[in-house]
């Protein structure tokens, strides 16, 4: 049985640039793409080549969620670790799986309850279970009294799901070797806080320079990468001045701030997961806030100042991505293509750039050597075929009824976003549901959406 499959008539979005190709074809042998472009320039193929024509749908690449939670269960904001880790590891299967089916082929985690992440990436790599390619986290490491600080004194001992607290350099070098005893790619570590915190505020910074630079410079000499929890300039300009690799947040900027990033672009990225401010400004009085609560929190001008500070960061070349605190009860999970409508209605981009924001830039950062984030040939085959047009309407992207498949490492994968994709009837034995190697011939009736 041949392992290539050739798509025809497709809407190309490569995501090297914001050009659209008509009449475009896809070949994809094993796990990579073999040729991309106009399906008049391929020439010969094989007659062992599977053909599927899509009928003028929109071909794109996988996008990147750069400010992952998938350990994270849909509860409130207060409640991060107090879900069972039996149950939030059954949660995270079913958000992992749902994350691939929203497009996402790729995950960068900004913080896992538990170990749930490592295990979660090692299970979707061996093939147990379907998700998205994940830069795993472990728990967040930060200071006493910062945001990882959750519990107040009278209730310890301190929940063990979430936050590590380390006080001094010696003891946040030990929190990151035992994350990378444990196996995680990602370092999570707060800088600052969060507007909700009494006594965490964002722009108190919680970790010295010796500290963030014992951190920073462990997590590096064992091969881990650095995600922070940045919001203020202090805190942003820590992070760059140490050489963190994602910096989260970064919504109150300096021009000094500006220019540490402008000259840092080439190896860092910035992402302003912005979802958790509109959502809580949407919902803040079914959490027992007041909008004038609210307002004293600082939210409304955090917005304002994000908007400002993503202006200047693209203007700066620096490479901001989309994603961010999906998986609370505000921002659920398999709503993470909103981030979307946030980069085209309230920062200004055209939904072409916005787009390059989730894949080109995105699989930038989750793979630095180049095989990810844009169709071309000899990258890994990672694309999302959508019955629709992003680029006429961004919010296409957040129905999964418009999302006809994914294709992830040469698997495709369709019905993922369904409550339950095992499930089905005599009807579907006809039609097989689930993941298909791409020159199987089941792939055409996965496509047809039989």
């Known amino acids: 049985m041949s392992d290539s499959i050739l798509f025809t008539n497709a809407r190309l979005f490569t995501g090297v640039d914001d050009a659209v190709i008509g009449s475009a074809a896809i070949w994809v042998e094993g796990r990579y793409i073999r040729y991309v472009g106009r399906a008049a320039d391929i020439g010969p193929v094989g007659e062992a080549v599977r053909r ?46 749902l994350m691939l089916g929203s497009g996402f082929t790729s995950a960068i985690s900004f913080g896992s309850v538990h170990r749930i992440d490592v295990y979660l990436r090692d299970a979707i790599d061996k093939g147990q279970i379907p998700g998205p390619r994940l830069c795993a986290s472990g728990r967040d490491i930060g200071a006493t ?73 462990e997590a590096h000499a064992r091969n881990m990468r650095v995600a922070t929890h940045s919001r203020s300039a202090a805190a942003v300009k820590q992070a760059v001045k140490f050489g963190a690799d994602f910096i989260g947040h970064a919504n109150y900027l300096d021009d000094e701030a500006v220019d540490m990033l402008r000259r840092a672009r080439d190896r860092l990225f910035v992402g302003p997961a912005i979802a958790w401010e509109m959502q809580f400004l949407a919902n803040c009085e079914s959490m027992g806030f007041t909008r004038e609560a609210a307002r004293n929190r600082g939210y409304e001008r955090e917005v304002e100042a994000t908007v400002d500070a993503v202006r200047r960061l693209r203007a700066a070349g620096v490479r901001v991505l989309i994603g961010g605190d999906y998986g609370l009860n505000i921002t659920p999970h398999g709503t ?31 793979d630095p050597s180049g095989m990810l984030g844009t169709l071309e040939a000899g990258k890994y085959a990672d694309l999302v075929i959508v019955d629709g047009d992003p680029l006429a309407d961004i919010r296409v992207l957040q129905d999964h009824r418009r999302i006809t498949a994914v294709m992830k490492d040469g698997q495709l994968y369709r019905d993922l976003t369904r409550a339950n994709p095992y499930l089905g009837s005599a009807d579907d034995l006809a039609s097989p549901r689930g993941a298909v190697t791409a020159g199987s011939r089941l792939a055409e009736a996965v496509l047809a959406g039989e």
């Open 336 to 366: 993470y293509a909103k981030d979307l409508e946030y980069f085209v209605d309230l920062f200004g981009l055209s939904p072409a750039e916005a787009l390059l924001c989730a894949t080109r830039d995105g699989g930038a950062a989750v």
């Open 52 to 97: 599927v024509d899509l009928g003028g749908k929109f071909v794109m690449p996988g996008m990147t969620e750069s400010h992952a939670h998938i350990s994270y269960t849909n509860n409130g904001p207060g409640d991060l670790d107090k879900t069972p880790v039996e149950q939030a590891m059954i949660w995270s299967i079913d958000n992992a799986r």
């Open 145 to 217: 009294s910062s945001n990882a600080d959750l519990h107040p004194d009278y209730a310890r001992p301190q929940m063990e799901g979430l936050g590590m607290l380390a006080d001094g350099p010696w003891a946040v070098r030990k929190a990151v070797r035992t994350l990378r005893k444990n196996g995680a790619n990602v370092v999570k570590l707060f800088l600052d806080g969060e507007g909700l915190s009494n006594h965490a505020p964002p722009g108190e910074l919680t970790y010295t320079d010796e500290e963030v630079e014992a951190a920073i410079s």
